[in-house]
């Protein structure tokens, strides 16, 4: 991770706006966003990042869920000036640049850990960092780790299932290796 | 389906095959869904699009006095600020709209009927100039009384919602409009079969019991959307909805145009559960692009979303009688919807859920009448489970109250009354095709059902076990087309215009497909619907597309088969009758060598493609006076068992495990049907424990995702079971879409019960209502009360 806070100077555009120097799924860029614009509206009117999702507005369903800084937030409750010289993944960053998808993203697809699939970006998110911090996480922990995620779909049973089965892929990994 | 003997008993199927394999893709487009690149309605944008904003209606039932926008009109960035009456002085458009009544307004005209009501509509460049207008509009209301409740509504002396009889336009074939004028019922349906009276006659018990469920929210996490672009005189428009070809005719009525002129796309929707049915966002985001000639788009915040449209609130009276021997005889249900200030869709949702409280019971002697009634809250529509909810949660948990107060085991009063083929249900329909027993046994014995329910304790918390079986119909008559195009390198587009809400809906017409014209899934791609380009469906609601659908498709991929197998017959000279569909080619039976690649035949066609279509089309329809005749062209049958815990010091349930049991007839894709059955579990689960709108003099209390919950990870049971019961010689596809859902509500109850011995009959079953429960039967046993039901023994 970068340590960039010294350039995270905001500057004024001069038309009301502000520039927000951040870095966004791996590359810099300069967010233009009002003062109160949410991070969430930022990312996909500024940026067309559209798996970041809106769904209640006020942190409470996980769909609009990014990492900052390396852990997951929900990007409704952000405004953009925060993130100046911070650092933000999406669901659109999660793939590798040639288009590989991550363990975890691959996972979902094999258990179809979605329906409609609106919450998948948030669920993706918060259980990357799930992976990170708890790689041995039981199903039990794993369904509280992810409960400030909501399905209405109900695709809950396939979402533990995937990110199980991930963990248990890491380990299998890390053993081998 | 004719020829063939039905009713076979089933078997069930193996849904459980691990994960999604490349010949059987769980999701078509999964890669699409894991990388955030699903093309929702939300992520568009048209060049020199506006931004639309709405001020809704701060009053439950007021005239409106008084609107000034001017200060709104000067905001920089702002082009269109619209009112009712601005709409009403045009003679090219409409005002009103709805898909039975024309009652609900684009926007309020002089009168609003609920809290939320559109009532000015901005459209500017930004959010951020619609926003700061829509603060500087006044309006100024003159209350009048409203009403609420049933009886209030219902009342001698009511305020009517509608003074004037709303119109009625060209409607559906199985609606039938009763509304009674000068009240507040917006439509009654009747059902008479058999003698009632004698029926109670006939009985050797009696019990009348009365149920209730609460206005629930769709909640898909995806609000309604709509993009307009009515510049030119056609209208085209990208919308969340369920049914295109319904706001398409809509819209052409509104705006005075054919309907070849309105052009509905509707892209993968971020959940439905029948809220996006009818026409919403629709007309008001045409006529705010029509008045400021620019495109529009309007999407809901969640907070608008609670009162775009909700479920029914229902109260459901039940008159059971039964003989001696448990078998019930006779049954008279009065149901009342409450469908707001808009009937939308409730004047048919009263006919199947009417219909619905006869039960999956063989009844002589029934009698049903269903009202939706007006009230000033938010309108009510199509939703998950179709009345059928409501119904079950109704007979399902009399059901056991019956058993209780006569001592018999709530299973085997079941078995007795559960159809059997050769039987008919409340409309009068011969089952030929009944497996209600089978299910029942199926999720009883998964659960672990026993009689008596001894609950086990363990600290303060007790366990035990509940059951429910439901039937359900699917709307008839209905009709679905496909079109399918095979292209120069094999490859199959499939047309329709069935809506992708995350059933699979795609997925499944691929795997038809693929299956009929023996090709790879792969190659198959089915559209989304294009109103100008995709054939007619009828709806995607009622778990009936990948049926419908299903075999519009299937015959479609037949047409194309048999040009494929007479382009082969040519180029090979072999009978068709010698030749099959295998692999992507046509080959010579018992000389698989022999045969040539679909490519090759369709380019030696030289036509460029191969194109077919297909139609299913179902009849039926009841008589208006005794509702008898064919309501649904086959039943959905479901059973469902939970275990719960429940806490006796704070009342608060926890559903342990649930089985859920469907007859799906044929299961096409193993992975949707699971994730369906589960995301049945989520959505009842909600319902039986938590979900409800509260209102307080006609204002939301809890109209955001802080205050109205829904069922979270935590709150899922540890174990789900899907049974879903397959019958291999008919084949026949059944939705299973929300035929899992009504048995929930009751299952959890009837657990819950058993558990504590406090019986809910107002749905949610609250933590704070069960500790009521369990202190009034502290009370009755230190009273020394007998613990004697309601219900009237004779
Ligand atoms: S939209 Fe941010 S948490 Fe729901
Ligand atoms: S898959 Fe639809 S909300 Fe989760």
Redesign the interface.
């Known amino acids: 991770m970068t340590d960039m806070r010294n350039q995270g100077d905001v500057t004024a555009t001069g038309d009301g706006r502000l520039a927000i120097p951040a870095m966004l799924n791996g590359r810099q860029t300069t967010l233009v966003a009002?003062p109160w614009h949410t991070l969430l509206?930022t990312l996909?009117d500024q940026e067309g990042?559209?798996?970041?999702?809106?769904?209640?507005?006020?942190g409470?369903?996980g769909?609009c869920t990014v990492m900052l800084d390396g852990e997951p937030v929900s990007s409704c409750l952000v405004l953009a000036p925060q993130v100046a010289g911070r650092e933000i993944r999406?669901?659109?960053g999660?793939?590798a640049p040639d288009g590989t998808?991550s363990d975890l993203?691959q996972a979902?697809?094999?258990?179809?850990a979605?329906?409609?699939?609106?919450?998948?970006?948030g669920f993706?998110i918060t259980a990357e960092r799930l992976a990170e911090e708890h790689p041995d996480a039981s199903r039990d922990e794993i369904?509280?780790y992810?409960?400030?995620?909501?399905?209405?779909?109900?695709?809950?049973?396939?979402i533990?299932d995937a990110v199980a089965d991930l963990l248990e892929r890491r380990r299998a990994g890390r053993t081998a290796g | 389906m004719s020829g063939v003997a039905k009713g076979l008993p089933g078997t069930w199927a193996d849904t459980h095959r691990g994960t999604a394999q490349p010949e059987q893709p769980g999701m078509m487009d999964a890669r699409d869904r894991v990388t955030g690149k699903v093309d929702y309605v939300i992520n568009m944008t048209l060049p020199g699009m506006l931004h639309a904003m709405v001020l809704r209606s701060t009053a439950p039932a007021a005239r409106i006095v008084r609107i000034d926008t001017e200060k709104a009109r000067q905001v920089p960035g702002v082009v269109t600020v619209l009112t009712g009456r601005d709409i009403v002085s045009r003679t090219d458009v409409r005002s009103h709209f709805g898909p039975v009544f024309r009652d609900q307004p684009v926007l309020a005209v002089d009168r609003v009927r609920f809290v939320g009501e559109a009532v000015v509509a901005v459209a500017a460049v930004d959010r951020d100039a619609a926003r700061a207008a829509l603060d500087l509009v006044e309006v100024e209301y003159e209350e009048l009384p409203p009403v609420f409740t049933f009886d209030e509504a219902l009342a001698e002396d009511a305020a009517l919602v509608h003074p004037e009889p709303p119109r009625a336009g060209a409607t559906f074939a199985d609606i039938i409009v009763h509304s009674q004028a000068g009240s507040n019922v917006c439509n009654t349906f009747k059902l008479r079969k058999g003698d009632i009276e004698e029926g109670f006659a006939q009985s050797d018990y009696v019990f009348e019991d009365t149920f209730t469920c609460p206005a629930v929210q769709h909640v898909p996490l995806e609000t309604h959307c709509s993009v307009a672009d009515a510049r030119a005189n056609d209208i085209v428009i990208h919308t969340t909805s369920q049914i295109p070809f319904m706001v398409r005719s809509q819209l052409a009525e509104v705006f005075n145009l054919p309907a070849s002129r309105v052009r509905v796309v509707v892209h993968t929707l971020g959940g439905g559960f029948g809220g996006k049915c009818y026409p919403n966002t629709e007309p008001l985001t045409a006529m705010l692009s029509r008045f400021s000639g620019r495109p529009v788009k309007l999407h809901l915040s969640r907070e608008e979303e609670f009162t775009a449209i909700t479920r029914h609130a229902m109260r459901i009276t039940l008159k059971t009688g039964l003989r001696a021997d448990g078998k019930v005889i006779a049954r008279k249900s009065t149901c009342h919807f409450n469908t707001g200030a808009y009937a939308d869709i409730g004047p048919r949702l009263i006919k199947m859920g009417g219909i619905g409280t006869g039960g999956p019971t063989s009844i002589p002697h029934v009698w049903i009448d269903s009202a939706a009634v007006y009230t000033n809250l938010p309108p009510a529509g199509a939703y998950r489970g179709y009345g059928i909810s409501q119904a079950a949660w109704a007979y399902e948990t009399q059901i056991e109250m019956i058993a209780q107060r006569l001592g018999w085991d709530p299973y085997e009063l079941r078995k007795k009354n559960l159809l059997v083929n050769g039987e008919t249900n409340a409309t009068g329909e011969v089952m030929d095709d009944a497996h209600w027993h089978e299910l029942l046994d199926q999720v009883a014995a998964k659960i672990g059902w026993s009689w008596p329910q001894v609950p086990q304790r363990n600290g303060s918390k007790v366990r035990a076990k509940g059951l429910s079986c439901i039937i359900k119909g699917t709307v008839t008559p209905s009709a679905s087309t496909s079109m399918v195009k095979m292209n120069e390198d094999g490859s199959l587009h499939v047309m329709t215009s069935s809506v992708e809400m995350g059933q699979g809906l795609q997925t499944s017409m691929a795997i038809l497909a693929a299956e009929r014209l023996a090709m790879s899934v792969a190659n198959v791609i089915v559209s989304t619907p294009d109103t100008a380009f995709t054939p007619y469906d009828q709806q995607t609601s009622s778990s009936r597309s990948t049926h419908s659908m299903g075999m519009a498709v299937t015959r479609a991929c037949g047409g194309i088969a048999d040009q494929l197998l007479n382009l082969a017959s040519e180029a090979l000279e072999i009978a068709v009758d010698d030749l099959e569909l295998s692999d992507g080619k046509v080959r010579a039976k018992g000389a698989p060598d022999k045969g040539i690649g679909y490519d090759v035949l369709v380019k030696n066609q030289k036509g460029g493609n191969l194109l077919a279509t297909g139609e299913y089309i179902t009849g039926g329809g009841l008589d208006p006076e005794t509702g008898q005749g064919i309501a649904a062209v086959h039943w959905h049958q479901a059973a469902g068992a939970a275990e719960v815990e429940v806490d006796l010091e704070t009342g608060k349930v926890n559903v342990l495990a649930y089985e859920a049991a469907v007859y799906a007839g044929r299961v096409v894709n193993p992975v949707q049907a699971e994730l369906q059955a589960e995301g049945n579990v989520a959505f009842g689960l909600g319902h039986a424990l938590f979900e409800e709108m509260v209102y307080d003099n006609g204002q939301l209390q809890n109209g955001n995702l802080g205050d109205y919950m829904i069922a979270s990870f935590e709150d899922m049971p540890e174990h789900i079971g899907v049974n879903c019961l397959e019958e291999p010689v008919l084949n026949e596809i059944h939705g299973i879409g929300e035929t899992g859902l009504p048995p929930v509500m009751p299952a959890i109850g009837n657990a819950v019960f058993h558990a504590t011995g406090v019986r809910i009959t107002d749905a949610p079953i609250t933590a704070e209502k069960v500790l009521r429960g369990l202190r009034a039967l502290e009370a009755a046993r230190a009273a020394g009360a007998s613990s004697a039901g309601p219900g009237t023994a004779r």
């Open positions: 009002r509206e996909r990042l559209y798996g970041v999702r809106e769904g209640c507005g006020v409470m369903c769909a999406t669901v659109e999660l793939a998808l993203q979902f697809i094999d258990h179809t979605f329906q409609c699939s609106y919450c998948t970006s993706l369904r509280h992810l409960a400030g995620n909501l399905c209405r779909c109900g695709s809950y049973v396939k533990l």
